[in-house]
Every structure is written in C-alpha cells, then in structure tokens.
C-alpha cells in the first residue's frame, strides 16, 4: 500500500515557474515508478511525466517536454514535478501515482493516486 500526497499548487502568471512535491507513505517507494498526470476542467485526464524507480529514465508528454522535469529523492519518498514557462494551457489539477512495473504513460498502470493539487496560470 502506497498513499500519496501532492503539493505544490498555486496560481501563477504566464511563464512563471512551479514545483510541485509529491510525498509517499511505505518502505516500498523506491520499488515503484512514478507519474504525473494532470485533468483540466471538462477534459479526461491525461499523462504528463514519469520516472522510473531509481531516477534514471524519464519520459515527458510533448506537451510539456523541454518546459516541466521530473525527478525523485528515494531516501525522501518524494518524487517533484518542476514546471518553468508555464502556459495558460497547462492549468489542471495534477496528480501523482505510482505504478509497481517498469515506467509508462499508461494510466491503468498505476497502482495508487493521490488527491491532486491545483495549478492555475493566468495569462
């Protein structure tokens, strides 16, 4: 059982920067590779970033690929989303989950979620 926290959220201009935290119960975490996901209002859910289980692959949506980073600290169980040059297009709630098999983009692949925290950017 892995139980996920998000924070991190705000409101923030056009071309501003964010980073989000995402804090994880269990001795397990360093097993699990991590995503980011986020779902803007009237939208479906969609995928942002992952990372593996040690921190050294990691793999970006187009979206956001060259503006956001994801990284972790294992010995901290806490996995950051960074996000510079932020558009208005990237406000959504964003959540964090965590997938007990190798990396991936897909949704149904993780295990374990967390409730989200808001990112709003004004233009």
């Known amino acids: 059982q892995v139980q996920l926290v998000e924070s991190g959220g705000g409101l923030v201009q056009a071309g501003g920067s964010l980073r989000l935290s995402c804090a994880a119960s269990?001795?397990?975490?360093?097993?699990?590779?991590m995503g980011w996901f986020r779902q803007a209002p009237g939208k479906e859910r969609e995928f942002v970033a992952a990372?593996?289980?040690?921190?050294?692959?990691?793999y970006y949506a187009d979206s956001v690929k060259g503006r956001f980073t994801v990284s972790r600290d294992n010995a901290k169980n806490t996995v950051y989303l960074q996000m510079n040059s932020l558009k208005p297009e990237d406000t959504a709630v964003y959540s964090c989950a965590a997938a007990p098999v190798i990396m991936t983009r897909t949704e149904g692949s993780y295990a374990y979620w967390g409730q989200g925290t808001q990112v709003t950017v004004s233009s």
């Open positions: 269990g001795r397990t975490f360093s097993s699990y590779a």
């Open positions: 990372i593996n289980w040690s921190g050294s692959t990691t």
